[in-house]
Each structure stands twice: as C-alpha cells, then as structure tokens.
Nanobody, 127 residues
Framework: QLQVVESGGGLVQAGASLRLSCGAS???????????MGWFRQTPGKEREFVAA????????DVGDSVKGRFTISRDNAKNTVYLQMTALKPEDTAVYYC?????????????????WGQGTRVTVSS
C-alpha cells in the first residue's frame, strides 16, 4: 500500500510562486516505469482537475492547459518526492491540490486512473 502526503500549500498574493511537495512511502516506486505521479486540484462544487503528471523513471511530464507555462512538475527519486513548482499564480489557481499515484502506464490525466491519493493541501491566491 502506497501512501502519499502533500505539503507546501498556503496563502500567497497573485503573481507569487509556491512549491508543493508530495512524499511517497510504503512501497518502492523507483524502477517502476509505469508508475506515474500526478497533481490535481479541486474547488467547491467542481470536479477534480488535472494539473500535471510525471513518470518516476523516465522523467516524462505532462501539464494541464490551464497551467501550461506557469507550473512545472519534477521529482527527486532519492527522496521519493514529487514537486509542483507554481509561478505567476492567479486567484483562479486557488484550490485544494491533491497528489496521487498511478499504476497506469504513461502519463494519466483522469482521476479514475490514479490508485492512491493524499489528503490535499490548500492553496489560496489573493488578488
């Protein structure tokens, strides 16, 4: 059983940067080529939205259209940690951000393709 835990959320002003972290434990994920990690976000009354995904071994990434050019996903395999670097934040980026792990090959974008979820970390961007 894999556990994922997010951290790094907070309150920032528009235009600022913030880095979220996601630590994975309970299972060795390095070396699993098909093991992807993703970030999603959700606001009240809306569906969970894909933000970014990365494969553990290949380092391939995918980023959602709404954050392309502003958000970057990366990973540190030695620390079993995935990061989401967010820049040029906008008030519409305000949401609870979730980290998730998937055993689907490639870079999955849908909620149903992810098997393990964290509790979420809140990001609030003030105007």
């Amino acid at each position: 059983q894999l556990q994922v835990v997010e951290s790094g959320g907070g309150l920032v002003q528009a235009g600022a940067s913030l880095r979220l972290s996601c630590g994975a434990s309970g299972r060795t994920v390095s070396g699993y080529d098909a093991y992807a990690m993703g970030w999603f976000r959700q606001t009240p009354g809306k569906e969970r939205e894909f933000v970014a995904a990365i494969t553990w071994s290949g380092g391939s990434t995918d980023v959602g259209d709404s954050v392309k050019g502003r958000f970057t996903i990366s990973r540190d395999n030695a620390k079993n940690t995935v990061y989401l670097q967010m820049t040029a934040l906008k008030p519409e980026d305000t949401a609870v951000y979730y980290c998730a792990a998937s055993e689907v090959f490639g870079l999955p974008r849908t909620v149903n393709e992810y098997d393990y979820w964290g509790q979420g970390t809140r990001v609030t961007v003030s105007s």
